[in-house]
């Protein structure tokens, strides 16, 4: 076969100086602040998880959430109710009994990851102290105290809950917002970006981005977005900045507010020293511990805050491996504890509730 070898030069010099145009547009279209994607640009959304099925529901206000379409949430119904977003322990919506206890937190207590949790627990607490109330659980793993408000605003107040827990800490070290912005989780930052490069050409993104720039034609140009006005908050001021709003919101809707810093295995703990624990690394155990020392202090200021880190002492094989996450034995520890603070509250409720009907 007789190879054209003019034609082959001609064609690997115009896919040369094609490459060069995109390379000058992306540089000129990054030095005018605009991100733009080079040669090819994917519109594919970005996951949360490796775990595609763990959070493949888009939330508008958190970012992410459990939806009904997953295999966990579907198990969920053989024993309680699934409500958008929620564990329900009770069989059915219209069985929700007062006092209602409303539990957030992150993956530590999600009620569908790793199927068994805290809150379920302390349901089960109740029933064999026969006591008359329903848990429900909006425990979501990867939100801090920031969606927790978010949530109980949006969401938690319709169950009309009595008493509302915040158990947290860990998930407020940084990673899980936007920089500056500490309402805005990290994934919405990610979908935010995602969506709006979707304007802009599938092929040489940059080179047709500026030559519309050039002919005046700005339909193609990013979307522009904003996370708001820059917080100049610590993280640790973040997080009494939520837990105080949590605590407002709640009283001011008939609920007593408990929020629990969470047992982590390397902060003030002897676990630290169990081979078998592993801490995370990039900085996890250190963001952790630099948070904690700071919000370690809020229960002596704020008495509804409770320093819930040293409750597993005394107890083994509590953790996982990674010393966040618990055991089936941790959760009850935790169950238990939570129980013995907030029993007081259960019996208030419950007498309040009878006064008014």
Known sequence: MRIDKPAIFILLNTCLLILCIEAVSYGVLHKQGIDSPFLINDPELPRESSNEERFRTLDPHLGYAHGADESSVKNIGF??????????????????????????GGSTTDGVRFGHSWPEDLSVLLKEKG?????VNGGTGGYSTSQELLKL??????????????????NDRGKYSVRYHPMVHSYQGKLLESLSKN???KILPSTITLLNKILGNNSADPIPFTYGVKSRMTLAKQYRKNMRLMKTISTLYGAEFFGFIQPFAFYKS???????????????????????????????????IHDATQILEGHSHVYTTDGVHLEAEGDKVVAEYI???????????????TQSD
Not at 83 to 102: C, N, R, T
Not at 154 to 165: K, T
Not at 270 to 299: C, F, M, Q, R, W
Not at 339 to 346: D, G, Q, R, Y
């Open 131 to 135: 006591i008359r109330a329903t848990v």
């Open 339 to 353: 129980f013995s603070v907030i029993e007081p509250a259960i019996t208030r409720a419950d007498v309040s509730r």
């Open 79 to 104: 024993n309680f109710t699934w409500v958008d977003g929620f564990v329900v322990y009770e069989k059915s919506p219209a069985a929700l009994q007062h006092p209602v206890i409303l539990a957030l």
């Open 199 to 201: 304007t802009q050409s």
């Open 153 to 170: 605003i949006r969401d938690g107040l319709e169950f009309e809950p009595d008493i509302v827990i915040s158990y947290s800490g860990i």
């Open 270 to 304: 002897t676990h630290a020293n169990d081979p078998e624990l592993v801490a995370k690394g990039g900085g996890y155990k250190e963001s952790v511990l630099a948070l904690y020392e700071e919000i370690g202090k809020l229960p002596a200021e704020l008495p509804y």
